[in-house]
């Protein structure tokens, strides 16, 4: 007899495992391994797609630039905009030079009397991990002088700075012209700037006397903006320049009379930098998606959900009806488990890998902590500066969040009027750990979810 219900019991789990029912939840194990009861408790757990009022991506490890149409998610336009700084010192091994204070020390570009300027390159080198569209399609783009220097916070996505409406430079290429013949590696795209840039860029410099901060209030930067033509956007990296020469530079080249060679300086591109895009949806299931409007529910989006890094837009998961499954629930496991919609994959605009969660406040944006610093889940805790890690594996169409740690604290607290949001993460130099990553485009689809709730009563 015993053996049959064993049975049984498995069986029945098993039925509500295949179930993709979001709305069915309560199959429970108990705590000591043993099936000690199922219950199955029917609670709407709401699920809908929301819009931050603002995507931060300011100093990130890239800056995107061009123009492309996405099938799913609407037409969009990146202007990348960035100030060079000065570079770095750091030993043979590669590793930084600090001050006492652990700051950067920085090199000294110092004249001598009357330099005669060569030329001045910016190294934009395109690591293919940010190209979204039509890479084949060959794109143009034009380097403007901003007016005014750039502020060292963080700036939103939706933000935009004025330039001169004149380029000082226009350069084409697509990905394919990036390869090199032989090896079929990416190389950097050299442009040119006038020789007037140069002049200015490196007097600001040599008067900075290796004070970067005083060199970044001096000498005013530059945007990339994109043809209305084209059909492709690109990802340029940034950050402190390496050996490994992975990173977007400028270099100016100068010599003294009597010389046979040049002098030259690599500045990095890692002053204050950041993506404009602009976003048209008009076209989309997710055209009413406003920042007056800024959620959609489940069953408005025809029981889809949608996540695009770089947007603002992401699932939201409402727990509060889990309250009325009372509070003599012990979980023991709790997945959110999202199928991602293979129909709405496209080779030229990548899915997003890395996610984490967040609480939301009552306007549907990523809840902050009293120092206004952005908090995420870890460890089952919603106010920490860090996220926890999840990885979408490139070979599944399921992809699962563990909750079962924040349930319990919540229900512990006696507080399940709680909001999640699924945000695109990237890693921090903790290992398993990710915070906000608006620094592409890259997107998910994903069909009716639901939440796995495995409990018993105590």
Known sequence: ?????????????????????????????????????????????????????????????????????????????????????????????????????GSLLYDTLSLKENPIIDSLAIRLYCDGSRVFGDTNAISTFRIHRLKNVMKSSNYNSDEKLEYDPQPIAEFSFNLPQLRHDSTNALMAKFVYLPKEVATEMVQAAHEAKGNNDEFLKKFKGFAIVPDKNNKAIYGFGTGLINMSGLNS????????????????????????????????????????????????????????????????????IDLSALKYLGKDMKVAKATLEF?????????????????????????????????????????????????????????????????????????????????????????????????LSNDNLSRLVFLKPRLLLYYNRY
């Open 1 to 101: 007899m015993k053996k049959n219900l064993f049975v049984k019991l498995i069986a029945l789990a098993l039925g509500f495992s295949a179930c993709h029912d979001p709305s069915e939840l309560g199959f429970g194990l108990g705590t000591d391994g043993k099936l000690n009861a199922i219950f199955t408790d029917t609670v709407s757990v709401q699920y809908s797609t929301v819009l931050s009022d603002s995507s931060v991506n300011g100093n990130g490890y890239y800056i995107l630039s061009g123009k492309a149409v996405d099938p799913v998610f609407g037409d969009v336009e990146a202007v990348a905009y960035f100030q060079p700084s000065f570079l770095p010192q750091f030993n043979s091994s590669g590793n930084y030079l600090t001050n006492a204070d």
């Open 249 to 316: 530079s400028m270099i100016p080249y100068w010599h003294y009379s009597g010389d046979t060679t040049s002098t030259y300086y690599i500045f990095n591109i890692n002053g204050p930098r950041y993506t404009h895009y602009d976003f048209n949806r008009s076209k989309t299931a997710l055209a009413s998606l406003s920042k007056s409007k800024n959620e959609m529910p489940l069953n408005a989006s025809t029981d889809r959900l949608y996540l695009q890094a770089g947007s603002g837009i992401s699932p939201k």
């Open 339 to 435: 199928q991602i919609d293979a129909s709405k994959l496209s080779p030229q605009f990548g899915k997003q890998f890395y996610m984490t969660l967040a609480e939301a406040d009552a306007k549907n944006q990523q809840r902050r902590n009293s120092a206004n610093q952005l908090v995420y889940l870890y460890n089952g805790q919603g106010d920490v500066t860090v996220g926890d890690q999840y990885v979408l594996s490139d070979t599944t169409t399921y992809f699962n969040v563990d909750i079962t740690q924040y349930l319990q604290k919540q229900i512990f607290k006696g507080d399940l009027n709680k909001q999640l949001l699924l945000l695109p993460g990237t890693p921090t130099t903790t290992t398993g750990t990710l915070i």
